[in-house]
T-cell receptor, first 118, second 115 residues
Framework: AQTVTQSQPEMSVQEAETVTLSCTYD???????LFWYKQPPSRQMILVIR??????QNATENRFSVNFQKAAKSFSLKISDSQLGDAAMYFC???????????????FGKGTKLSVKP | GAGVSQSPSNKVTEKGKDVELRCDPI?????LYWYRQSLGQGLEFLIY????????KSGLPSDRFSAERTGGSVSTLTIQRTQQEDSAVYLC?????????????FGSGTRLTVV
């Protein structure tokens, strides 16, 4: 079974600085997708960025980028020029690329709480 | 609708009572998932619906939990004889397709408190 591990329960960053959130995963599959979700106090999970395992190029979305190391099974999220609105829980998630249905279920890590200091 | 809508937003119930949680997915989304988020934990998969197919109930923690999806749209998660350990945020997510690298659109969840 696949697992996702986020080893940093809490992180803190100064406004305008850069922070990196760590995520590792375990799988025997070669085809899969990885995601970072943001959960603010409103509770709604918001997709931040996603990465296809077959792509070597790291995904980037504005101030958010990932460092995807497939061999090491590592998928870290870098937030540049941190803003107060970035404060939230961040969840790393894995999705199998094999078939659909419940095999397409997202497997989540336990999350990292990010605080942004003004 | 424009997003995934869940109701109620918060629910406090007495131990032993039954509760119903509602999820209204984005129109046209055929895949629907229910997750449970306990305090300090990640999301735990509960049940999956795809169109009119039989649901995948493999994540339901006990037979007190059940769910249905009427007309391939609105879904209701029912918890019978609630226990204190059922206290959690219940999140619903929908997706246009069930395959591929699509992430899901989540609702804001229902916070259930069993007292």
């Amino acid at each position: 079974a696949q697992t996702v591990t986020q080893s940093q329960p809490e992180m803190s960053v100064q406004e305008a600085e850069t922070v990196t959130l760590s995520c590792t995963y375990d799988t025997s599959e070669s085809d899969y997708y990885l995601f970072w979700y943001k959960q603010p106090p409103s509770r709604q999970m918001i997709l931040v960025i996603r990465q296809e395992a077959y792509k070597q190029q790291n995904a980037t979305e504005n101030r958010f980028s990932v460092n995807f190391q497939k061999a090491a099974k590592s998928f870290s999220l870098k937030i540049s020029d941190s803003q107060l609105g970035d404060a939230a829980m961040y969840f790393c998630a894995y999705r199998s690329g094999l078939g659909g249905g419940s095999q397409g279920n997202l497997i989540f890590g336990k999350g990292t709480k990010l605080s942004v200091k003004p | 609708g424009a997003g995934v809508s869940q109701s109620p937003s918060n629910k406090v119930t007495e131990k032993g009572k039954d509760v119903e949680l509602r999820c209204d997915p984005i129109s046209g989304h055929t895949a629907l998932y229910w997750y449970r988020q306990s305090l300090g934990q990640g999301l735990e998969f509960l049940i999956y619906f795809q169109g009119n197919s039989a649901p995948d109930k493999s994540g339901l923690p006990s037979d007190r939990f059940s769910a249905e999806r009427t007309g391939g749209s609105v879904s209701t998660l029912t918890i019978q004889r609630t226990q204190q350990e059922d206290s959690a945020v219940y999140l619903c997510a929908s997706s246009l397709v069930s395959e591929g690298g699509y992430g899901y659109t989540f609702g804001s969840g229902t916070r259930l408190t069993v007292v």
